[in-house]
């Protein structure tokens, strides 16, 4: 076999005013709607009672769950799927970032089987089947990709421990991009977010599951981002805007297909330890030590694609070498600079005693994504690589 790709399962809508379609969408799925949301912004800007106005227009019941906040707990999910068991929902609809529609799908797994025990589903004790609920996602950001993806990930809020889990049950039946609603995102978010979506595109592409289908999309989303994500920080236009959404969309299908790599399985596990710090934040802290390590121990393949990714982002690479595949490295630390996610662990909490438990988290939780790295790190390279991003 030369190679696999994942092909998703969600019927895309993409432009200005389509959430306009939710009700008449929606209704083609179910007749009592769970409408989940997090703690204010789309409540304040309007969307969510748009939402519900579609939902209600085209004949649906509606049950409203608000709250969800980033890094979403198995206690916020519990909650939700409490409420849309008591109200007999047979739809969930996420409206807001990652978190909420990361959180929704889990939902829609747990009022399915009509089990609010939802860690055993994501630590895969137990089977996600296709009695999990229809799912119709609204990305307020631009950066997660949840709103194609079969992935969500969720927090153990007990324990700290913060991890990933995959079904394609859990793809998302609909999404609807509403450019008005992703061009609300202010500056800190549009920054983070987008970082998220450079590190998929950047991860996709040197993952050892890594395809011709999505090297093409990862490279044209690098090229949209490296354009855009600093213009759209700095003073977004329309056209930025929709390049990033786009981008962000592309990240979201080549991570479904070739998965991320080690920056995201010890990532997800700094921002369990510490939900304070944002999910992009986290990446941004780790992207360069680990695109150095990649590129001082792999082989001729993996140095090529760095050299593509410096491209891509810019950079004038005439030959393919270590030291040119460096300059993706650059690119990525002023682009960094540009939006002001440039620091380390260390300005964002982390203290170096913790680093023995974010390495035990990252081998035990982090390992489906760390084993797509084009190298495989040892223990001690990992720790290494937390002390380099203090």
Not at 193 to 218: K, Q
Not at 241 to 264: E, F, K, P, Q
Not at 351 to 360: G, M, P, Q, W
Request: with cysteine.
């Amino acid at each position: 076999m030369d190679f696999s790709f994942t092909l998703p399962e969600t019927n895309l809508l993409f432009g200005r005013k389509t959430l306009l379609e939710l009700g008449t969408r929606a209704k083609q799925h179910g007749k009592r709607a769970l409408l989940v949301t997090g703690k204010a912004s789309m409540r304040r800007l309007g969307f969510l009672q748009k939402a519900q106005e579609s939902l209600e227009n085209a004949g649906l019941k509606v049950t409203s769950m608000e709250g969800v906040g980033p890094n979403p707990t198995v206690a916020t999910v519990q909650r939700g799927i409490d409420i849309g068991l008591k109200s007999g929902c047979d739809l969930v609809v996420a409206i807001g970032g990652g978190s909420t529609i990361d959180a929704a799908k889990v939902m829609a797994v747990g009022i399915g089987h009509e089990d609010s025990s939802i860690w055993p589903y994501i630590r895969c004790e137990k089977e996600t089947t296709d009695r999990t609920l229809p799912i119709i996602a609204i990305p307020s950001t631009s950066g997660t990709g949840s709103h194609v993806t079969w992935y969500t990930v969720i927090t153990n809020q007990d324990s700290g421990e913060k991890t990933a889990y995959s079904s394609r049950h859990i793809f998302p039946t609909a999404s609807i991009v509403d450019l008005d609603i992703v061009s609300t995102m202010p500056p800190k978010v549009t920054a983070e977010t987008g970082f998220d979506a450079l590190a998929h595109v950047m991860e996709a592409y040197v993952s050892n599951r890594a395809n011709p289908v999505t090297d093409v999309l990862c490279l044209r989303a690098m090229e949209l981002i490296a354009q855009n994500l600093v213009r759209v920080f700095v003073s977004p236009d329309p056209d930025s805007r929709r390049a990033m959404a786009l981008a962000d969309t592309y990240a979201g299908i080549c991570i479904t297909s070739s998965r991320t790599i080690m920056v995201h399985g010890m990532g997800n596990t700094v921002s369990g330890v510490y939900p304070n710090i944002a999910h992009g934040q986290a990446l941004a802290c780790l992207t360069p030590p680990i695109m150095r390590y990649n590129i001082e121990n792999s082989g001729e393949k993996t140095v090529s694609k760095y050299c593509d990714i410096a491209r891509a982002l810019g950079e004038d690479v005439a030959r393919i070498d270590r030291k040119n595949a460096t300059k993706s490295v650059e690119a990525v630390l002023r682009i960094q600079k540009a939006i002001g996610i440039r620091m380390g662990l260390k300005d964002c909490g982390v203290t170096e005693d913790s680093i023995k438990k974010l390495t035990d988290y990252s081998l035990e939780l982090g390992m489906g994504a760390i084993s797509c790295n084009p190298v495989q790190p040892k223990r001690e390279d990992i720790v290494r690589i937390y002390e380099q991003s203090l």
